[in-house]
């Protein structure tokens, strides 16, 4: 994936304030003790019942699911790749309006925003 964009305060600001940040981490420690940006923390999490599984895998819940990294999402989707675990969406708003569970509260915030708040936290997501 590409490296991502400089800072868009903006993008951050309502990143963090909708609570993506919370799963969608931005940087991890590396191996070696370095950051690894990839906006996950690669945890399981449970999205609720609207994205629920067929199967349960062992020690995973059928709505558990490991958080996405955003990183390079824009050059996946430009890829003709879908989001979600089961490509269900076509876009950053509707991967987002699927969250349930754990992210529901961030989901609610989403809702919240004006427009502009939402095109920019699109634009900060898709950015990276």
Do not use: M
């Not at 923390?41 to 629920?52: F, P, S, Y």
């Not at 490509?87 to 509707?94: K, L, T, Y």
């Not at 987002?96 to 925003?113: N, P």
């Amino acid at each position: 994936p590409s490296s991502p964009r400089p800072d868009d305060a903006a993008g951050t600001a309502v990143f963090e304030a909708t609570g993506c940040a919370r799963c969608h981490r931005p940087e991890l420690a590396g191996k070696d003790g370095n950051p690894v940006t990839l906006y996950s923390d690669l945890l399981l999490h449970d999205l609720g019942d609207g994205l629920e599984g067929i199967a349960e895998l062992q020690g995973q819940t059928a709505a558990e699911w490991r958080t996405a990294p955003l990183l390079g999402l824009q050059k996946r989707l430009d890829a003709g790749s879908t989001l979600l675990h089961d490509g269900r969406a076509r876009s950053v708003e509707e991967a987002v309006l699927w969250h349930g569970g754990t992210a529901q509260e961030a989901r609610d915030a989403y809702v919240r925003l004006t427009a502009d708040e939402r095109r920019a936290l699109e634009d900060f997501v898709l950015s990276r």
